[in-house]
């Protein structure tokens, strides 16, 4: 469009703000000039000719092909972001979150992320996982096709076992939607997803008499199978977290004991008491073998500043059985007497048991831990029965609280 202004004669072409050219003869030469808009700075530039009508030519052609580059640069398409692979969440999640946790889930963090990228794939796209991937996952682990690598697995493994995978696997997906490392979200939100669960699973509580068995025997097995054998009976705490015991965790003039955090299945750092049993155990340890600060009260052999391993305790607990001669029945060891431990203390509120034990939930101890013995049913019979011959409400229960010292 050609104008006037100040007596100098323009051309303009284009759309302003996109792509507008001016052009106009230079005052004092007379040669014709064209003008735009670079990165937002005005750009001025001979022609080097006078022929108005060829000028205007020049300006339209560059119009049509130029675009300021501001408006390019918006205008064209972002390219799309990597997507994040399965490697990639496994691995910022055990970076950010893994360490957060007890010892052992920290192992089974691990070992569990190892199989999912052997299995599903290191480098397959989150975003692409679906019910197919879960309910192949679940057929493999049950035929025994897949395991961790330092598993000592032979053949499949029970539901209970794929459900701590998948509940993790969950987890993660869910963490990452959340902090939004998964734009689109959780791939397996609002998918139809069914955890395997065991129609009959084995609960087994080792009863007194046997506990006295293997007390008998423990030691002949080793002194520090016998002090873990008393302390994870007389404070209902996993086997895991008893042989990470430091000597800093005890305070014998106070009679109390400390759980850390970091040992602690559920993470939950707490303090309990120490019943007589208990005390005169570690009394005797330290009796014997002195420690004091953060040397372990069960060293390992070889390295007597670390804690025992983790898979000595169940190969004592195995020796202590034949020892013992007890029969052998599937599903008895160490987490045996955590159940033993809640049925004990059956008659206490439950929120007492949650902070003795260590137990997140109620709900837990009810469902998984405590199993009523033939002895307290026919105490609750025996108390109907005394309720209807006197016509009046039972006080409470017939049978005395098991005391803690």
């Keep these: 469009m050609a104008r006037t202004k100040n007596g100098q004669l323009s051309y303009s072409a284009g759309e302003r ?63 799309e972001a990597k997507p994040l692979t399965l490697g990639e969440l496994f691995d910022i999640y055990e970076s950010e979150e893994t360490g957060k946790k007890a010892e052992t889930t920290q192992q089974h963090d691990r070992s ?7 299995f599903l794939g290191a480098g397959r796209p ?15 682990r049950r035929a025994g096709r897949i395991a961790p690598l330092r598993s000592r ?31 689109k979200g959780n791939p397996l939100a609002g998918k139809r997803l069914e955890l395997p669960k065991e129609k009959n699973p084995v609960r087994v509580t080792v009863i007194e008499p046997d506990y006295q068995e293997l007390l008998a025997v423990a030691d002949q097995i080793d002194w520090r199978f016998k002090g873990m054998l008393i302390l994870a009976h007389e404070t209902g705490h996993r086997v895991g977290a008893v042989r990470q015991l430091l000597w800093s965790d005890i305070d014998l003039d106070a009679r109390a004991i400390r759980w850390r955090a970091e040992t602690e299945k559920t993470g939950y750092g707490h ?43 169940t190969k004592w607990w195995r020796q202590a059985e ?9 599903g008895r060891g160490w987490h045996s007497l955590r159940r033993k431990f809640a049925s004990d203390f059956m008659h206490q509120p439950l929120k007492v048991l949650c902070e003795l034990g260590g137990w997140k939930s ?9 199993q009523p013995g033939e002895e307290q049913m026919r105490v609750a019979l025996s108390d109907r029965r005394r309720v209807a011959n006197s016509g009046s409400p039972a006080v409470g229960p017939r049978q005395e609280p098991r005391p803690i010292s």
Excluded at 112 to 118: L, P, S, T
Excluded at 126 to 140: M, Q
Excluded at 322 to 330: D, M, Y
């Design 17 to 79: 703000g996109r792509n507008r050219v001016r052009i106009f003869r230079a005052p004092r030469t007379g040669m014709v000039q064209m003008e735009w808009r670079e990165d937002g700075r005005r750009v001025t530039r001979s022609l080097k000719h006078d022929d108005w009508d060829k000028a205007k030519r020049q300006a339209d052609e560059f119009a049509v092909s130029y675009v300021e580059p501001e408006v390019r640069s918006a205008s064209e398409p972002k390219p």
């Design 112 to 118: 569990a992320f190892e199989m999912f990228k052997r």
């Design 126 to 140: 989150v975003e692409s996982l679906g019910k197919r991937d879960w309910d192949r996952f679940i057929a493999a």
């Design 153 to 183: 697995q032979v053949g499949g493994v029970r539901d209970r076992v794929i459900q701590q995978d998948l509940q993790l696997l969950r987890a993660v997906l869910g963490w990452a939607s959340e902090t939004e490392l998964l734009p």
């Design 271 to 313: 303090v309990t008491p120490l019943t007589a049993a208990a005390a005169e155990a570690l009394r005797e340890i330290q009796a014997k073998r002195p420690g004091i600060g953060e040397a372990p009260i069960f060293p390992a052999d070889k390295k007597p500043g670390q804690c025992v391993d983790r898979f000595r305790p």
């Design 322 to 330: 034949v020892e013992a001669k007890l029969k052998p029945k599937k």
């Design 362 to 370: 109620p709900q837990t101890i009810l469902t998984c831990y405590q």
